[in-house]
């Protein structure tokens, strides 16, 4: 398996509802990573997981919440989100924390906050 | 500061005709550098590493330390190029040694018939 799986493809929250994106890989990476991308711009880093801890976050608003229950999961709690959060979310993994080989990028969840 | 620059927004060329995007940084030490390519309706992909020296659907991408650039070339456009395509330095991270992806603002290649 080569692939990062997200889950759902689409999903339409109100703003005070409370939802998760999903993630998962089975190449063995010990790092994962979650990005925002807006239409027309490139993705911008949230969050990192190295070995199932977090390293790095973006200073990302508290209503974004990761989780890394394994090393293969990854999910994106979302609570009162507001209408600007909405975006494709892409979710990555690399082999770990020195990566050399690139990141390998599961096709994103599409949010969109009504 | 660290940053990446992709100056051109589009560009567009016919097919056949020889594709450069440019792409420059500016950071302290030695990035690892890379192309990603996003093709319409699919998810990002990892098209170059400048740490292979390899030709990926005839793209190749130097790395000129001296002008801090690696460009993207290709000697004749396909109109399956037609793609965003991003240059994406590792940022080392010294606290922790953890690396961080940052993307270039991107550029969009249009090929033509």
């Known amino acids: 398996d080569t692939e990062v799986t997200q889950t759902p493809k689409h999903l339409v929250m109100g703003m005070t509802n409370k939802k998760s994106l999903k993630c998962e890989q089975h190449m063995g990476h010990r790092a994962m990573y979650w990005y925002k991308q807006k239409a027309k711009k490139p993705p911008e880093l949230m969050f990192v997981y190295s070995y199932e801890k977090l390293s790095i976050n973006e200073s990302v608003p508290s209503r974004f919440s990761p989780e890394c229950p394994n090393s293969s999961l990854l999910n994106l709690h979302l609570h009162a989100l507001q209408p600007e959060d909405s975006a494709l979310y892409l979710c990555?993994?690399?082999?770990?924390?020195?990566?050399?080989?690139?990141?390998?990028f599961g096709s994103g969840t599409r949010l969109t906050v009504v | 500061a660290q940053r990446v620059t992709q100056p051109e927004k589009l560009l567009s060329v016919f097919k056949g005709a020889p594709v450069e995007l440019k792409c420059n940084y500016s950071?302290?030490?030695?990035?690892?550098l890379f192309w990603y390519v996003q093709y319409s309706r699919q998810r990002l992909q990892l098209l170059l590493r400048?740490?292979s020296r390899e030709s990926i659907k005839g793209f190749t991408a130097d790395l000129n330390k001296g002008e801090t650039s690696f460009h993207l070339k290709k000697p004749f456009a396909q109109e399956e190029d037609s793609a965003m395509y991003y240059c994406?330095?590792?940022?080392?991270?010294?606290?922790?040694?953890?690396?961080?992806?940052?993307f270039g603002a991107g550029t969009r290649l249009a090929v033509h018939p």
């Open positions: 950071y302290s030490g030695s990035p690892e």
């Open positions: 994406a330095p590792h940022r080392p991270m010294f606290s922790g040694g953890y690396n961080k992806l940052i």
């Open positions: 400048h740490i």
């Open positions: 990555a993994s690399s082999q770990g924390s020195r990566n050399i080989l690139g990141y390998t």
